[in-house]
């Protein structure tokens, strides 16, 4: 009798804490409103511009952030520092080989792979970002307020064979060297 109603307590608490599981909410961030910027830097000064998110979303354990996953769409990569001639060409240029080579590589994607809270709010983001078809770590802060995300990304292009102009790389470049990291801001709504 002890035997069956220990069996029958273990029943009751598994179904009760199941009962009372939060199930994963995934939210789908709207891409229309959601705004990625990015920023370059080089000897002589930066550039600046956006590039447009595919597809977003990100998930959630009640009012948690667990998890998260982008897509971008590298041909709407624009400058928006430039007008007229220079602009068109600094765009053709970041989206041919010596970059980003749109037209091999339309996307770059990013995939949460851990979340730390790190405050309210507040969190330490590391993801997958893969890049012109190569996978690399990153790790960045994330805040959440309602329906609304901002993250700040710093990253190297060189990780991603995006060499040109790369003093890391290249010798003898002076003022016409581009430095490794670029800057990336997400503004998400969901």
Not at 32 to 50: A, D, L, N, P
Not at 61 to 78: E, K, N, R, W, Y
Not at 153 to 174: A, C, E, H, V
Request: proline share 2%.
């Amino acid at each position: 009798m002890k035997k069956f109603a220990t069996t029958i307590l273990a029943i009751v608490i598994a179904s009760a804490t199941t009962a009372f599981t939060v199930p994963v909410e995934e939210k789908t961030v709207n891409t229309e409103t959601s705004t990625i910027t990015w920023k370059g830097y080089k000897v002589t000064g930066s550039h600046e511009g956006t590039v447009q998110l595919e597809s977003g979303k990100l998930e959630f354990d009640g009012d948690q952030l667990t998890g998260g996953a982008f897509t971008v769409a590298m041909s709407t990569l624009i400058s928006t520092d430039l007008t007229g001639e220079y602009k068109g060409k600094l765009e053709g240029h970041l989206k041919s080989d010596d970059f980003f080579g749109v037209e091999k590589f339309p996307t770059a994607t990013l995939e949460f792979t851990e979340v730390k809270a790190t405050g309210k709010n507040a969190y330490e983001v590391t993801a997958n970002m893969t890049i012109k078809g190569q996978t690399h770590p990153v790790t960045f802060d994330m805040s959440v307020y309602g329906s609304k995300a901002t993250a700040n990304l710093k990253i190297d292009r060189t990780k991603y064979d995006i060499r040109y102009g790369s003093g890391s790389f290249f010798d003898n470049l002076g003022d016409k060297t581009i430095y490794d990291e670029f800057d990336l801001v997400a503004d998400l709504e969901f």
